[in-house]
């Protein structure tokens, strides 16, 4: 048997990059016959391969009951074939063959919601990617096998609803009560892009006219109340269609464009060719029911996923090592089209704030990866932060180096080259570097390394000469694994400013990469340099890393008053903000002075309030306590870290006096026809309630509950429960049945009820008892599972101290009935190691002891990782 090019049957269960090799057979096409029943699913599959390199025919495939196997025409009997739980083999297979299999699968049993499985009483739906395809057939299920599908499906008619990808060729009824439909992918795709959905659902239907003149069929699929909540989606869809036109020049390719909502899920949504399926939290979108962060995040989930069409889809990845190429990518394209959709400074902030939140901690804990890693036991725990964040930030620091047209030539270039094929992150950068004509390759760099590097600033001010000098040092972090880590290319968006009259220099300088007068980028790729501005005429103030241009951990020594200073008059408003959480952070873990927060913030925000709310409520952001202990390495006690952000947010509260109780009266969102004005003012309506609760001010309450009441909208409704369930208001109990009342029947609503109860600063581990046992909480419904286990993982006080029993058993629980949620909800406790004693140890003991009675891949790498730091 040829073992390495199958190397899940090594002993240590380790995949390795270098071990790549091609598949021995192409699959030209595959006609998959899936035939639902209520116990159980029959599925037969014709392939048609032909030999590309010697070796063995490799099938892969998991839970399979095969009952029959033919091979050009002639039954293969036991002892023609090798099979064990994860392939079938067959040595010394014809370079033409036709392979006929048909498996019995069990998808009314099947909770992985991995393969095919059934989503709720009316529905069965497959999510394939990275590795499901395998549990429906037998197939070389890996990305660089490219077919032609044609796909026909039958169940019963309580099932109206027959979907597979492309284009329906054929309806039809069997006997009495069951029907099918034929559908057939034009295109060739990888088989996790396969989709099929059975289900009784009602449909929105819209269409759109592509730049070549195509008509697209667009429809969003979900259960019949659930229609209303679509149309923000299917309005996302057209303008993303569009947006990727103008942009990339990308139009779509197929007659029909379908996305179906599903309830139990396991991430976001999935891509699948022509038939997206949807996390119905991130499709459906209603100011009644939905946040205003869940109608954003629903409009870029519904971009990310069309954007795929042609990163991933069209051209997708030569291995799973590559997932960054298409995730990476697709990530930066749905930041760079929500940044069109709201305000770009706003959104830049918040993704630069869940970068910060999730990927930098990751990168510096025991999960830490290069974003095309090297290796890996378990795919599944490789769609990390580390792959999309850093691997968006990636692309971004290409495309801010290289401006708008020549990263456009660049991308030009790559649909060029590679339409059709499965490719790798070189021929990414590559395509890149020869079409804008500017040479990228040393950013490889940054795709084969783990860690943030830190990026070291100092300025000096030669008065004399009117001249500034910035010089630069990089430095990573030693990693045992990574022993020869190099510098990497840096770009340093910035800008000057007159100290005196906070004016904006020209910039100077003969080494900037890219010089837009006054704002410059300089490319730092060594280890060391300095660089100097001339004609400055007073003492500058520099703001660095506009736009957050690459993801480094910069250290410059500001003054706090420079940080003020930058609050008060950087012109772009991620700056703003970024001056503000420096500073911030500064105060909170460093004992620094709030006075001079408190005064650019007093000097700044009173008018921003009313010319941008959107970002003032940004402005106003005070470093999580997560956020906070992800900055802390060693004895980290979380108690302490949320006394002293207690004790700032006190202190700013008092300090603004009337401030908060006057601007909450002066708001009135439903006034505002934008959206976006109209979400800044409900997200600082709530911010002005929360500090009127932190200022004692018991009158608060009453206006919480009557904007709880009066509200028909969520974001108000929620911020409302928050602030009264959160200070333990004599209201919290009426809202919160008024609440279930009202939503009880609206899943992703009620979701939001667990949520604020479990992220409750005073919640105890009888109220997460109590909401695990509520008869509405469901372990076979990812997002209910999250609601409480997210919630709770808000406050590090509670999720370090009972948290730790929750998340523990909830591993061991998914282990085997859902290994992808299990090793998620662990990944919360990989930073057990910065605790002080006795918790250090505590938590590390109850890790230990879960060690034996985890089986899955997935759990088992994520406990073993986490133990080894
Ligand atoms: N291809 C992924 C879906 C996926 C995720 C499949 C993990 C298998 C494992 C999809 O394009 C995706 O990235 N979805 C994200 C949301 C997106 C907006 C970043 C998700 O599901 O969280
Ligand atoms: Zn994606």
């Known amino acids: 048997m040829n073992i390495a090019a199958n190397p899940h049957v090594q002993a240590d269960q380790t995949v390795y990059l270098k071990d790549y090799q091609k598949p021995s057979f192409l699959v030209e096409s595959i006609n998959l016959d899936i035939q639902v029943y209520d116990d159980h699913t029959v599925v037969e ?32 009997e036991v002892g023609q074939y090798q099979l064990d739980h994860e392939q079938l083999v067959i040595t010394h297979a014809p370079d033409q063959v036709i392979l006929n299999t048909q498996v019995v699968i069990h998808p009314e049993s099947n909770t992985q919601l991995e393969g095919l499985y059934k989503a709720g009483g009316d529905l069965f739906v497959t999510q394939n990617e990275p590795e499901g395809f395998r549990k429906i057939t037998f197939y070389p299920d890996r990305p660089d096998v490219l077919a032609e599908f044609t796909t026909r499906v039958e169940a019963d008619k309580k099932f109206p609803v027959l979907l597979a990808n492309g284009n329906l060729l054929e309806t039809g009824t069997v006997g009495e009560n069951r029907h099918f439909a034929i559908w057939q992918d034009p295109t060739k795709k990888p088989s996790y892009l396969f989709a099929c959905v059975i289900g009784d659902l009602a449909v929105l239907k819209d269409h759109y006219t592509t730049s070549e003149g195509r008509e697209v069929a667009l429809e969003i699929y979900a259960i019949e109340k659930d229609i209303p909540k679509c149309h923000i989606a299917m309005e996302a869809l057209k303008h993303s269609m569009r947006w990727d036109e103008e942009h990339y020049g990308r139009p779509y390719d197929l007659d029909n464009y379908m996305i179906v909502a599903v309830s139990q899920f396991n991430m976001g949504a999935m891509e699948n060719k022509g038939l997206n399926i949807f996390n119905t939290s991130c499709v459906l979108a209603d100011e009644e029911y939905t946040t205003d962060a869940a109608i954003m995040r629903v409009q870029s989930v519904i971009a990310h996923e069309y954007f795929h069409n042609w990163t991933g889809n069209r051209i997708t990845c030569r291995d799973w090592f590559q997932l960054c190429l298409k995730e990476g990518l697709t990530v930066f394209r749905d930041q760079s089209f929500s940044e069109d959709l709201q305000s770009a400074a706003v959104q830049r902030i918040d993704d630069v704030a869940v970068l910060k939140a999730h990927q930098f901690p990751e990168d510096a804990g025991p999960l830490s990866h290069p974003p095309r890693p090297d290796h890996f036991v378990e795919i599944n725990n490789f769609y990390t932060a580390t792959v999309y964040e850093k691997g968006a930030e990636i692309n971004r620091m290409m495309s801010t180096l290289l401006g708008k047209e020549k990263f456009r030539q660049g991308t030009d270039e790559y649909f060029h080259r590679y339409d059709g094929q499965a490719v790798t992150v070189e021929d990414w950068v590559n395509a890149l570097s020869a079409g804008s004509g500017v040479d990228l390759s040393n950013f490889l760099t940054w795709y084969n390394q783990p860690g943030t590097p830190k990026l070291e600033a100092k300025g000096e001010y030669d008065e004399q000469n009117h001249v500034y000098r910035l010089s630069f040092k990089q430095s990573l972090k030693v990693h045992p694994k990574y022993p020869n880590l190099k510098a990497v290319p840096v770009p340093v968006a910035l800008a000057l400013f007159n100290a005196e009259t906070g004016e904006q220099y020209t910039l100077h300088c003969q080494d900037l990469f890219v010089n837009e007068v006054q704002d410059g980028v300089y490319l730092f790729d060594q280890d060391t340099a300095t660089i100097e501005f001339s004609n400055v005429t007073q003492k500058p103030v520099v703001s660095l890393l506009r736009n957050f241009s690459a993801p480094v951990n910069l250290d410059f020594d500001y003054s706090d008053d420079e940080l003020a200073f930058l609050i008060e008059y950087e012109t772009n408003g991620f700056n703003q903000w970024q001056a503000s959480q420096t500073l911030l952070e500064r105060i909170l873990l460093k004992d620094h002075a709030v006075e001079p927060y408190i005064k650019a913030i007093k000097n700044t925000l009173p008018d921003l309030v009313k010319k941008d709310p959107l970002l003032a409520s940004r402005l106003f952001d005070v470093p999580t306590e997560g956020y906070l202990g992800s900055r802390i390495d060693h004895d980290y006690k979380p108690e302490a870290i949320q006394e002293k952000r207690n004790s700032v947010l006190e202190t700013l509260a008092r300090e603004l006096g009337a401030f908060w109780k006057e601007t909450y009266l002066s708001l009135d969102p439903s006034l505002q026809n934008d959206f976006s004005q109209a979400m800044g003012e409900r997200a600082l309506k709530n911010i002005m309630l929360s500090m009127m609760a932190r200022q004692g001010d018991d009158s608060v309450f009453d206006l919480a509950y009557t904007q709880y009441s009066q509200t028909k909208n969520m974001s108000e409704r929620l911020g409302a429960l928050r602030v009264l369930v959160w200070n333990d208001a004599p209201q919290a109990q009426n809202a919160l049945d008024d609440f279930y009342r009202r939503y009880k ?125």
């Open 45 to 76: 599959s014709t392939l048609v391969m032909n030999r590309q390199t010697a070796g063995d025919l490799v099938l892969l495939g998991r839970d399979l009951e095969l009952k029959s196997i033919v091979l050009n025409g002639k039954n293969l």
């Open 745 to 869: 029947d609206e899943a992703l609503s009620l979701d939001q009820w667990f949520m604020v109860q479990a992220a409750n600063p005073n919640a105890t581990a009888e109220t997460i008892k109590a909401l695990t046992e509520h008869p509405d909480y469901d372990l076979g419904t990812p997002n209910r599972v999250r609601s409480v286990s997210g919630g709770l993982s808000n406050n590090p006080v509670n999720a370090w101290s009972f948290g730790v029993e929750h998340y523990i058993g909830l591993a061991e629980y998914f282990d085997e009935k859902n290994p992808i949620l299990g090793s998620r909800l662990l990944q919360v406790l990989s930073r057990w190691y910065t605790l002080a004693e006795p918790q250090r140890g505590n938590v590390q003991n109850a890790l230990k002891d879960l060690q034996p009675h985890v089986k899955s891949k997935n759990v088992k790498e994520t406990l073993n990782s986490i133990l080894s730091v």
